[in-house]
């Protein structure tokens, strides 16, 4: 979809007309029609009617924040997905932009796998804005939203394309396209660095893992250490040898690399919109598979930092490869260390799909500014308590800790696990509810979300 200005706005179009006063809608349409608008303005956010010049949508932005503009586009994009053409007239840029972000985020599709898959693509091709929006920040928002179906299609592929040299491959060809440096350890290497947790997870597979390097540092960066983002790559999760019982809990285990996904789109959307800071991203990738070999309940495990790990669930991967990553990223002597990963169940239950979980040990104020970026995008992400009791839970008999906690609590258990391998100011993020759904949410659509990547720009756009 093409975003384009225009100086002014035809009346045999569909019109998606946008203002805290209604008055400018005169000149658009006929008095009758006018009055009829006028009738409802206060107590209906979203009017529409549809006649032969096309569809025009009224909304009194009086009544509309942020994300129900949003989330109006969705409602919009469903009648217009198939039309020629489309103008949005808006008198306020903010809600303006909102209101394209939600169109553009909900005409997204994932048809590769579609024999017809020519047919069912939208058939919408661009969209004249008119009003108080820039080009530049029309730009940013496409960049942004290129960059948030990126993360949607990696997530969306299985894992019989998306395995972990396929993930690392996609990176690459991203940091080509957008200018950043991508580095790929293979096996060898991975081994050569004796990182322990990344080859055991890996043991079981037939597949080799990956761990991916991204290095985003523009010259007039605004911080001299770098910010890490970590993401989880599990390409597929099911459970090892503590096979997750089916019916239904693998289903969606393709999606258990949405945090590689996130993190790499967000430098992506950064790099492309030349946003000044410097950041690296980690991405230790591979399935996780009951293989002959693969390492069992019971194994102690040599981390890449000489942490010595007791496997008491080979269901719980993820923390097993991110603190190598974590602790790689000590090397860095970064600012700030920030991980997402589709992490635990735990975190589903507790708060379901609609927000992400944070949890760390950064200041305050790193937190109190993720939480507004969370608000201001509607990706969203919640504080939950870091306290040192919950390590308790990790105590091995055999070795420095275990990779399971207790009962109760998995997600913080979780992170406390990860903390253990950071030596640099942390925040966890767990994304295991947004990032992918199973039903329709409005513009972050069914399936793949892109869950992190408005977040995480945002908060590092301000930082
Ligand atoms: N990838 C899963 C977590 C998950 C579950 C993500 C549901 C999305 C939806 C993770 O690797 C996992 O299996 N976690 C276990 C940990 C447990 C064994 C300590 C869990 O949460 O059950
Ligand atoms: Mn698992
Ligand atoms: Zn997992």
Known sequence: MKLTLTKSISKVTNIVFLAEDITGLKDLISPERYAYFKKSWDSTPLQYVKSISGFLFVINTNKANLDDCRKHGFTILDFVKNEKNLHVSGDDE????????????????????????????????????????????????????????????????????????????????????????????????????????????????????????????????????????????????????????????????????????????????????????????????????????????????????????????????????????????????PELVIDAATLTGAAVRALGTRTSISMGNAKDSYFRKLYESGLKTHDRVFRFPFWEEWKEDLKSDIADMKNLGGANAGMITAGKFLEHFVKYPYIHIDIAGPAFLEAQDSYNGKGATGAGVRLLYDFLKNL
Do not use: C
């Open 94 to 333: 903010a809600k303006t932009l909102a209101l394209l972000e939600g169109l553009l985020l909900s005409n997204y599709q994932f048809l590769k796998y579609f024999k017809a898959a020519k047919e069912k693509k939208n058939k919408l091709q661009e969209i004249k804005i008119h009003g108080a929006v820039t080009k530049n920040a029309l730009n940013e928002l496409e960049e942004l939203v290129a960059s948030v179906f990126w993360a949607r299609d990696m997530v969306n592929e299985p894992v019989s394309y998306m395995n972990a040299t396929q993930l690392s491959k996609e990176i690459v060809a991203k940091g080509k396209a957008s200018d950043y440096n991508v580095t790929v350890l293979e096996k060898k290497k991975i081994e050569s660095l004796k990182m322990g947790g990344l080859l055991a997870v890996n043991q079981g597979s037939e597949q080799p893992p990956t761990f991916t390097i991204i290095e985003y540092k523009p010259k007039n960066a605004k911080n001299k250490k770098p910010i890490v983002l970590v993401g989880k790559g599990v390409v597929y999760d099911t459970g090892g040898l503590s096979l997750k019982p089916t019916p239904h809990s693998m289903d969606l285990m393709k999606s258990d690399m949405g945090g590689a996904a996130a993190m790499a789109a967000t430098i992506d959307a950064l790099a492309k919109n030349q946003i000044p800071v410097y950041v690296i991203g980690l991405i230790p990738a591979t399935d996780n598979r009951p293989g002959k070999t693969a390492y069992a309940p019971g194994d102690v495990v040599r981390m890449f930092d000489g942490t010595t790990v007791e496997v008491l669930n080979t269901d719980a991967e993820g923390r097993m490869i991110l603190a190598d990553a974590l602790a790689y990223s000590n090397k860095y002597k």
